[in-house]
Structure formats: structure tokens, C-alpha cells
């Protein structure tokens, strides 16, 4: 069966600081992969998704980046945290579409992030 | 695009129906999704039903799809306190990686 891992769980920074995240997932090959983060209004901002290795998109210009190094690792950066950076976040998983006939997304438990 | 619209809070008492409600417009939409998320942890799928369907029941959970109106709802019989969450409506096309998400409605349940 498929699993998707995150860590940290927590995570407190200061402002300025740099931050990586990352996100695996076991048990099935060329996943596509999103990181959505999940601010105190409760809604759901998709950030990134990716299809392939090496192939991101971006939804919302911000100061956060993704990469994808292997084919189950999805990892959200930035380089200078800034207040409004703080949330959780939130990494899934979804069949590749040559796989599934569905677009379900299935989630990993979350990081928060506070940013002081 | 696509907008998925939900009412954000609903207060129910234990043993009585919950029905938690979700709009949207885009009538190209194939996948209709229902997520819960607990306080502190990741979105749960809670069940899915394709866009030709009408009704989708699986155990204490009834899902009704009115596609003329573009209407989604979740029924929860003999609600109980485990499942007071947030609950997130979701919709998707065929041939799309991206879901479009409701901002999710929060199920109180009372004893």
C-alpha cells in the first residue's frame, strides 16, 4: 500500500531564516505531487504540483520554491522566511494520469510552521 | 475557473443527520470528492462519486449529486462526536492533475 511521509511535523522559525520541508511517498512509482498550504481562514492554497522529475508548477509567485530530485521526493524551500509564511502545509500524492482514471489526492499528515 | 463554494459551519447534536453542502461551476467537472480533516492532521478521503452518478452510499455515508444545479452533498447518518472535523469538498476534471477545494465545512457534533 502507499504511504506519504512529511517532516518535520513542527517547525518554528525565525524571520529570515531559510526552510526545507520535505515530502516522500512509498509504494508507487512517478506520482504526481502537490504541496498546498493551509492558513487560519482553513482554506487550502494549492502552491506547487508536479507530474515528473524536474517538472514543477507554480500556482502562487511567492518567496517559496519546490523541487522534485527523485521520482517520490517533493521538497518546498525558501531561501528568507517571512511572517506570513507561517501555516500548515500540506504535501499529497495522486496517481499519474496514465496510471488512474481519477484525480485523487491522498494526504501526508502536515507540517505547521511558525515563523516568529 | 473553477469555484467550490461551501457553507463554513454546521452544529449538530449526537444520533441526528448532518448534511454539509457544496456549490460549484464549472459543469465539465468529473470528479467530485468529500475530504475530512480532524484538528492537527492531514486530509482524510472520505469517498468520491464520477459525475454520472447521482447517489453514492457507503455505510453511514450518502453523497448526492445534482449536476443540473451543480450540487454536492454530504448526508452522515447517526452523526457522532468523532466526527466533528472539517469537512472539504473537491472537485477535478478528467485529464487534470489539480483539484479545486471548498474552504471547508466545520461539523460540530454535540452530545
Known amino acids: 500500500s502507499q504511504t506519504i511521509h512529511q517532516w518535520p511535523a513542527t517547525l518554528v522559525q525565525p524571520v529570515g531564516s531559510p526552510l526545507s520541508l520535505e515530502c516522500t511517498v512509498e509504494g508507487t512509482s512517478n506520482p504526481n505531487l502537490y504541496w498546498y498550504r493551509q492558513a487560519a481562514g482553513r482554506g487550502l492554497q494549492l502552491l506547487f504540483y508536479?507530474?515528473?522529475?524536474?517538472?514543477i508548477s507554480s500556482e502562487v509567485p511567492q518567496n517559496l520554491s519546490a523541487s522534485r530530485p527523485q521520482d517520490r521526493q517533493f521538497i518546498l524551500s525558501s531561501k528568507k522566511l517571512l511572517l506570513s509564511d507561517s501555516g500548515f502545509y500540506l504535501c499529497a500524492w495522486s496517481p499519474s494520469l496514465a496510471r488512474a482514471n481519477t484525480d485523487t489526492q491522498y494526504f501526508g499528515p502536515g507540517t505547521r510552521l511558525t515563523v516568529l | 475557473g473553477e469555484d467550490v463554494e461551501q457553507s463554513l459551519f454546521l452544529s449538530v447534536r449526537e444520533g441526528d443527520s448532518s448534511v454539509i453542502n457544496c456549490t460549484y461551476t464549472d459543469s465539465s467537472s468529473t470528479y467530485l470528492y468529500w475530504y475530512k480533516q480532524e484538528p492537527g492532521a492531514g486530509l482524510q478521503l472520505l469517498t468520491y462519486i464520477f459525475s454520472n452518478m447521482d447517489m453514492k452510499q457507503d455505510q453511514r455515508l450518502t453523497v448526492l449529486l445534482n449536476k443540473k444545479d451543480k450540487h454536492l452533498s454530504l448526508r452522515i447518518a447517526d452523526t457522532q462526536t468523532g466526527d466533528s472535523a472539517i469537512y472539504f469538498c473537491a472537485v477535478g476534471m478528467s485529464g487534470y492533475s489539480t483539484l479545486t477545494f471548498g474552504k471547508g465545512t466545520m461539523l460540530l457534533v454535540s452530545p
Open positions: 508536479s507530474v515528473g522529475i524536474g517538472q
